[in-house]
């Protein structure tokens, strides 16, 4: 039995990420939405060299993953496992990043079991905001991936005190994360600022160094985008609040998105009723933690320091440019995974056989906390809170993302003109590309529309088109039909 034991114990790692793979295997094949096929035609239509000219200009993120997508959609095609792929394996591989630095980086230096490298990485890997994002043809599970492995070779670079591979390896992720997703930028200046106050100014003025010529490298396409996003925000009344503006609603978004995932449901106070609690539970467990000469501070401080700063620094630039979308910040959920789990391994039931071991003891028979047992539960309750979030979603389709494929074979077996916000229509652009899709704005401007017409309007309250205000001098609304978080409407002039 103990050897049975004993040789679980050594394949958990592997049964981890085993079971991490195939749980975001489910409903992989759920419909692409408006970005995952904004991506998908994007790479399907320009070449390598017409996406850093003709798309990214117009779009507003850098073009390494789609330049990445591009190669790997080249090898293994446009499906919709295809195209998720490549976040299935970098959420993975973040996860990895993960092990190492809990396993054989941070936490070992200050004395900690090796378990609470193996819980952070189940907390990251079964976190149902990360499971959903790994399952989304974007870029965000990559630049979590990249974080992560900045943060692993940083903390190479602090243990070792001096310049070496581990230097040129933690500024090439850095770059990698700012050519995949604009928003790292906060994470990188959380490291050049951690930097300047543990006083490494020979590391920092290299990093800096090599950041100004990564910056002028990509500044003319850069200086491109932030024109073209500044007209978007004045063409589109709306599009601020997309982005995200700097509200009460957008902070408290952060941490509960962070815990529950990407999920809502109603009644809304009940959603928020049993997120807010599993949300307060884990912000609890740092607390229970805060034992007097147990917590390690200088391992939480840098973890804390790393979660705050990327926020406190988006929160700012959110007064002069809206970024303030949870999902922009996700990456940042490698750093909530290590301090939550390096709070739960904190507690006196995992300490009974270190320096400090005499001092809980004393502490536990004093009753100064509560049941050691159920101590000993904490890290795999917290793991099946996780997972029962995640699966919540996985397995109702309700959740899932905007059933465009349904109601591109719908719109299919119909005859009538379809009109819809024509930047939006990718998505029918992917599923059916012999469809013909017209400018729902130039409606009141065209003849010749027929007897019946079916609205998309999708996106028409961003855009701000008031289009019932057009069509209802030329035709009655007959329908209205819905597939999953769409909407379609059928007019007609009878």
Known sequence: MKRAASHLKKKRVFLLFFFAFLIRLIAVDQSLWLDEATTAMAVKTYSFAQIMIQFSPFDFHPPLYYLLMKLWTIIFGYSEIALRMPSILFSLGAGWMIYKIGGFGLFRKSGSKNGAGFWATAFFLFNPLI????????????????????????????????????????????????????????????VCLFLVIKKWYKIFFLTFAIWVLIFIIIYPLLYQQILNSRETLTLIPNWSSVLGNVSLKNLLLIPLKFTSGRISFGPKMLYYLLAGVWMIVLGSLGVLGRVRGVWDFRVVKMLIFFFCVPIILGIIFSFVSPLLQYFRFQYLIVFLSLLLSYSVNSLPFFYTSSPRGARVRQLADQNKVASLKLIHQLAPLVFI???????????????????????????????????????????????????????????????????????????????GVNYTDIVSNLYRQKKVSSVRQLTYETWSKE
């Open 131 to 190: 499971i959903y994002y790994s399952q989304e043809a974007r870029m965000y599970s990559m630049v979590t991936f990249t974080v992560s492995a900045s943060f692993y070779f940083l903390v190479q670079v602090l243990k070792a005190d001096r310049l070496n591979r581990d230097f040129l390896l933690m500024n090439l992720f850095l770059i990698l994360s700012f050519y995949t997703f604009y928003a790292s930028i906060f994470y990188i200046a959380a």
């Open 385 to 463: 809170g996780f997972l029962s979030w995640s699966l919540f979603y996985l397995l109702n389709p309700q959740f899932h993302r905007e059933d465009w494929k349904n109601l591109a074979q719908i719109l299919k077996n119909g005859k009538a003109p379809i009109y819809m916000i024509l930047s939006s229509s990718d998505p029918l652009k992917y599923y059916a590309p012999e469809l013909e899709v017209r400018d729902l704005r130039r409606l009141g401007s065209l003849g010749g529309l027929g007897r019946e017409i079916i609205i998309i309007p999708y996106t028409t309250d961003i855009h």
